[in-house]
């Protein structure tokens, strides 16, 4: 039982550059979701999904897209990355919609040069 | 709108010592509340939840926090510090959409010998 995977661990991409950030789960968890977490920021939402073929915003969403075509797979893609966007990114996912612990990934490093 | 304001973003106590970490939240519904730990280089972990049941919430690795309403606070707490807390806590808010979580800055724990 892995619970929440990230991948990759690092990336350091070139502004302009485009790239998918991947989570998967194996809870056959419905609810999953996307953070970036910044020094003095705390944790940021930028897109959540309740389930599969349903998507939502959170608040810091522009630059961002995601889909959800499956219960264990949501990726978060730069469409064209942004030194603003350098950032570790968290893939958290929620089970029982009544339970609110979180499982997190261990988080991407991402570096916007 | 929800919100928690961590006071303190650093923290720093000799082993042994008590340890006080300090939330205050802003709720327009009854609050669900959270503390989860990160150490470094890692994800987030739940600590402890309070639901509306018990006002004082036991959690792991010997932490606790009382939610008091008329002081909008959710304080955690442990009796004797050791150096392996040594990490980033964070306090979080349930949405009043339900729908997501929201965190707080973080508090860095600092453990002394």
């Known amino acids: 039982n892995a619970g929440v995977t990230q991948t990759p661990k690092f990336q350091v991409l070139k502004t302009g550059q485009s790239m998918t950030l991947q989570c998967a789960q194996d809870?056959?968890?419905?609810?999953m979701s996307w953070y970036r977490q910044d020094p003095g920021m705390g944790l940021r939402l930028i897109h959540y999904?309740?389930?599969?073929?349903?998507?939502d915003q959170g608040e810091v969403p522009n630059g961002y897209n995601v889909s959800r075509s499956t219960t264990e797979d949501f990726p978060l893609r730069l469409l064209s990355a942004a030194p603003s966007q350098t950032s570790v990114y968290f893939c958290?996912?929620?089970?029982?919609?009544?339970?609110?612990?979180?499982?997190f990934g261990s988080g991407t490093r991402l570096t916007v040069v | 709108a929800q919100s928690v304001t961590q006071l303190g973003s650093h923290v720093s106590v000799s082993e042994g010592a008590l340890v006080l970490l300090r939330c205050n939240y802003s709720?327009?519904?009854?609050?669900?509340l959270f503390w989860y730990v990160q150490y470094p280089n890692q994800g987030l972990q739940l600590l402890l939840k309070?639901?509306?049941?018990?006002?004082l919430v036991k959690g792991i690795n010997g932490f606790e926090a009382e939610f008091k309403k008329s002081e909008t606070s959710f304080h955690l707490t442990k009796p004797s510090a050791h150096m392996s807390d040594a990490a980033e806590y964070f306090c979080?808010?349930?949405?009043?959409?339900?729908?997501?979580?929201?965190f707080g800055s973080g508090t860095r724990l600092s453990i002394r010998p």
């Open positions: 958290a996912t929620r089970g029982d919609p009544g339970d609110y612990g979180y499982t």
């Open positions: 809870m056959n968890h419905e609810y």
């Open positions: 999904s309740v389930g599969a073929g349903i998507t």
């Open positions: 709720s327009s519904v009854p609050p669900y």
């Open positions: 309070y639901t509306s049941a018990a006002t």
């Open positions: 979080a808010v349930r949405d009043s959409s339900a729908s997501k979580i929201i």
